[in-house]
C-alpha cells in the first residue's frame, strides 16, 4: 500500500525566506506527482504537477522536483511572502489506472510578515 | 466555467439519518472521486468512477454509497449516518489520458462540511 510522508509537519519563517517542503513515498511505482495548495476551510489548488518521467517542474517562485528512485519529491518556494501560509499537500497517483491519489498530511506554513 | 461544484457546503445531521452529496463537474471530465479529509489523517479516497457508468471503491468505502448519475454528475450517499463520518468531503474530476500519456491535474471543488451528531 502506497504511503506519503510529508516533513515537517508545520513551518513558520520570517518573510523573504526561501524555503523547503519535503514528500517522500513509499511505492516508487508511481504515474505522477502533484503539489496542492489548501487555505483554511477551502478546497485543494493544484500548483505543480510532474510526471513520472520527469524530474522537475517550475511556476512562477515554486519548483517542484521528483526523484522517483528514491521516492522522493520537494517543493521549493522562493521569496517566500505571508500570501504563501497555508498548507501544502502532495499527493500520488499510482501508475496505470483511473484510481484516485494518496495524499501526504501536508506541511502547515505560516509566513511572517 | 464553474469548475467543480458541492452541495450543500455544510450539514448536521443526526445519528442514522441519512442524505446525498451532490457534486457536479463541467469540465467534460471522464473520472470523477470523492474524498474525505480528516484531522491527522489527510485526505482519503472513498469512491471513484473511471468514467460514466462506472464506480469503484477507494481506500474508506465502509459506510457510503456513489451513483455517477451522467458524465457531470457524482452523488455520494451515507444511507445511515455516523459520528465516525464527521468530515469534509471533497469532489474531484480529472480527464485521465491512460495509455496515450499526457498530464492530469485532478480539480477540486470547495468541499461539504459534515457533522454527526
Known amino acids: 500500500k502506497q504511503e506519503v510522508t510529508q516533513i515537517p509537519a508545520a513551518l513558520s519563517v520570517p518573510e523573504g525566506e526561501n524555503l523547503v517542503l519535503n514528500c517522500s513515498f513509499t511505492?516508487?511505482?508511481?504515474?505522477?506527482l502533484q503539489w496542492f495548495r489548501q487555505d483554511p476551510g477551502k478546497g485543494l489548488t493544484s500548483l505543480l504537477l510532474i510526471q513520472s518521467s520527469q524530474r522537475e517542474q517550475t511556476s512562477g517562485r515554486l519548483n517542484a522536483s521528483l526523484d522517483k528512485s528514491s521516492g522522493r519529491s520537494t517543493l521549493y518556494i522562493a521569496a517566500s511572502q505571508p500570501g504563501d501560509s497555508a498548507t501544502y499537500l502532495c499527493a500520488v497517483r499510482a501508475g496505470g489506472g483511473a484510481d484516485g491519489l494518496t495524499f501526504g498530511k501536508g506541511t502547515h506554513l505560516i509566513i511572517q510578515p | 466555467n464553474a469548475g467543480v461544484t458541492q452541495t450543500p457546503k455544510f450539514q448536521v445531521l443526526k445519528t442514522g439519518q441519512s442524505m446525498t452529496l451532490q457534486c457536479a463537474q463541467d469540465?467534460?471530465?471522464?473520472?470523477m472521486y470523492w474524498y474525505r479529509q480528516d484531522p491527522g489523517m489527510g485526505l482519503r479516497l472513498i469512491y471513484y468512477s473511471a468514467s460514466e457508468g462506472t464506480t469503484d471503491k477507494g481506500e474508506v468505502p465502509n459506510g457510503y454509497n456513489v451513483s455517477r448519475l451522467n458524465k457531470r454528475e457524482f452523488s455520494l450517499r451515507l444511507e445511515s449516518a455516523a459520528p465516525s463520518q464527521t468530515s469534509v468531503y471533497f469532489c474531484?474530476?480529472?480527464?485521465?489520458?491512460?495509455?496515450?500519456?499526457?498530464?492530469?491535474?485532478?480539480?477540486f471543488g470547495p468541499g461539504t462540511r459534515l457533522l454527526v451528531l
Open positions: 511505492d516508487s511505482a508511481i504515474y505522477n
Open positions: 474531484a474530476s480529472s480527464e485521465f489520458p491512460g495509455l496515450a500519456g499526457g498530464r492530469e491535474t485532478q480539480y
Open positions: 469540465m467534460n471530465h471522464n473520472s
